[in-house]
Nanobody, 116 residues
Framework: QVQLVESGGDLVQAGGSLRLSCTAS?????MGWFRQAPGKEREFVAA?????YYADSVKGRFTISRDNAKNAVYLQMNSLIPQDTAVYYC???????????????WGQGTQVTVSS
C-alpha cells in the first residue's frame, strides 16, 4: 500500500502561481494529479511516467515534474484562472495513469482557490 501526502494548496489571485507537492511512501511507475471542483466530477490534470501528459485545459500553464529519488511529484501552476479552483488530488499507479484510468493510490487532497 502506497500512501500519498500532498501540500501546497492555497488561495491565490487570478494570474498567480502555485506549486503543489506530493510525496509517496514508496516507488510507483506513474504519478499524477486529478482535481474535483464543487458539483463536478473528478477530472484528470496531468501525469508523468516516462513522458508527461496534460489535460487540454491546463496545457501551457501547468508543468508536472518528478523527483524519483524522493518519490515525489510536483505540479507548477501558472496563469491560474478561477476555473482552476478545485481540490487537487495526487494519484499514483503501478502502470500508466490516463484520464480514464487513474491509479489505485490517492492522496487526501489539497484545496486550490483562485479568486477573480
Amino acid at each position: 500500500q502506497v500512501q500519498l501526502v500532498e501540500s501546497g494548496g492555497d488561495l491565490v489571485q487570478a494570474g498567480g502561481s502555485l506549486r503543489l507537492s506530493c510525496t509517496a511512501s514508496g516507488r510507483t511507475f506513474s504519478m499524477g494529479w486529478f482535481r474535483q471542483a464543487p458539483g463536478k466530477e473528478r477530472e484528470f490534470v496531468a501525469a508523468v511516467a516516462r513522458t508527461t501528459y496534460y489535460a487540454d485545459s491546463v496545457k501551457g500553464r501547468f508543468t508536472i515534474s518528478r523527483d524519483n529519488a524522493k518519490n515525489a511529484v510536483y505540479l507548477q501552476m501558472n496563469s491560474l484562472i478561477p476555473q482552476d479552483t478545485a481540490v487537487y488530488y495526487c494519484n499514483a499507479a503501478g502502470g500508466f495513469i490516463t484520464p480514464a484510468t487513474p491509479g489505485a493510490y490517492w492522496g487526501q487532497g489539497t484545496q486550490v482557490t483562485v479568486s477573480s
